[in-house]
């Protein structure tokens, strides 16, 4: 049996290496939580910085709504996504259960009040403070938020690799909806629990050891743009 010491030295040689399986693992859970942010930003992105500057009735249940999704916890999300697709689900005929499609809209419906969210609250602050300038050279709410997403984009930036670190360092929901189904729809969070249940710790480590690199990255990232910010 393997000592921690043991262990960790072989799966530091499996990262040095890259060894295959890894590499694979770790490319999969790339693009899938690249994806899922990516759309996520296309929608959430427009979507927030609207909410920040429509005046409506039950703006602010909806507002209350949107920041309450935050905090459902995404195994809730993966059932969800998981009924939509399975076989007797509304979407059963597309085929889409156990597949990255349905691993990348779990993620998405992750991601998505987080930069909805976060989106408004920049916005909103930068049209509190911009309103009646842009008003008095004739720019709707509506109009404005182009203008008002390309000035809030350092906090913009933030928020996606914010919304980027939630999604490649999800589990619950991805487990649900993919299967874990090896060289198909196994990422780096499943395949870490799988193969510690199964006492392969080197792989598992080695997994681990990438996905805290990539948290570390993102983080610095996001560390650095707000210190740039500040000094702007």
Not at 42 to 65: D, E, T
Not at 98 to 108: L, P
């Amino acid at each position: 049996m393997q000592t921690t010491l043991e262990a960790f030295a072989a799966a530091g040689r499996l990262v040095v290496s890259f060894d295959a399986e890894l590499r694979e693992i770790v490319g999969r859970s790339l693009a899938v939580s690249v994806s899922a942010v990516a759309l996520a930003a296309a929608v959430g992105l427009p979507f927030g910085a609207w909410l920040a500057v429509a005046r409506f009735r039950g703006r602010r249940a909806a507002v209350a709504l949107l920041d309450a999704l935050i905090g459902v916890p995404p195994v809730v999300v993966g059932l969800f996504v998981y009924l939509l697709f399975t076989s007797y689900g509304p979407l059963g005929s597309w085929g889409w259960l156990h597949s990255v499609k349905a691993m990348v809209v779990a993620q998405v419906l992750v991601v998505f009040p987080m930069v909805a969210t976060f989106t408004r609250q920049a916005v909103e602050a930068l049209w509190d403070e911009y309103a009646d300038q842009l008003r008095s050279l004739g720019v709707t709410p509506r109009q404005a938020i182009p203008t008002l997403l390309y000035d809030a984009r350092p906090q913009l930036v933030t928020i996606l690799l914010a919304g980027f670190g939630r999604a490649i360092g999800e589990v619950g929901a991805v487990f649900i909806v993919g299967g874990n189904i090896a060289h198909a729809t196994r990422v780096m969070t499943t395949a870490i629990a799988l193969e510690t249940s199964k006492g392969d710790l080197e792989l598992a480590l080695g997994l681990g050891l990438v996905l805290i690199a990539i948290a570390i990255v993102v983080h610095l990232a996001a560390h650095l743009l707000r210190r740039r910010e500040r000094a702007a």
